[in-house]
């Protein structure tokens, strides 16, 4: 047993190794974005839910490839399997980003109470955009009961 968890951490120091080789070559002026993609899809492969997420920003935003808000889904989907673990700083985005895919049906059948939700969980993770989102999802009822005193109160706290 601890010799298959010490794998798995070797394992996920190479995803990390890659994942930051992406980064360091993204950097440069000229640089490959094939390279870069191929690095960052290595990385996911071991692991690296920051890769997971960087890539589904790529699809979300058209990044030097094709918009593809399916790939962008369900990379944000990797990104976020097993909550804020290892650190992730960048979980509560990931969940946030999850949301508008809902609320707008972004790779996603467009599904209001789903948005609210995951809107919720960003929140809760201290994401300021989606408290604000939450208190927009109350103010008008979307995905919830409308509820302008929790909105209001919402806003107060979103800062």
Same mark, same amino acid.
């Given at each position: ?38 690095? &960052?899809?290595?990385?996911? +492969?071991?692991?690296?839910? /920051? %890769?997971? =997420? ?5 699809? *979300? #935003? @058209? ?29 509560k ?10 609320? &707008?049906?972004?790779?996603? +059948?467009?599904d209001?109470? /789903? %948005?609210? =939700? ?5 929140? *809760? #993770? @201290? ?29 107060e706290?979103?800062?």
């Open positions: 047993m601890a010799a298959q968890k010490e794998k798995k951490i070797i394992y996920m120091a190479k995803g990390d190794k890659l994942y930051y080789k992406a980064l360091h070559l993204a950097e440069q002026e000229d640089y490959d974005y094939h390279e870069v993609l191929h690095l &960052l899809n290595e990385s996911i +492969k071991s692991g690296n839910k /920051k %890769a997971s =997420y960087a890539l589904a920003t790529w699809y *979300l #935003n @058209g990044f030097h490839i094709r918009k593809n808000y399916k790939k962008a889904f369900r990379l944000l989907q990797i990104a976020v399997e097993g909550g804020a673990e290892d650190g992730f700083i960048l979980y985005d990931a969940l946030t980003d999850i949301a508008v895919c809902y609320e &707008l049906g972004n790779g996603v +059948k467009k209001k109470h /789903k %948005a609210y =939700y995951y809107y919720f969980l960003a929140a *809760l #993770n @201290g994401d300021i955009q989606a408290k604000q989102e939450l208190s927009r999802c109350l103010y008008y009822g979307i995905g919830i009961a409308k509820d302008e005193e929790l909105s209001s109160l919402i806003d706290f979103a800062l």
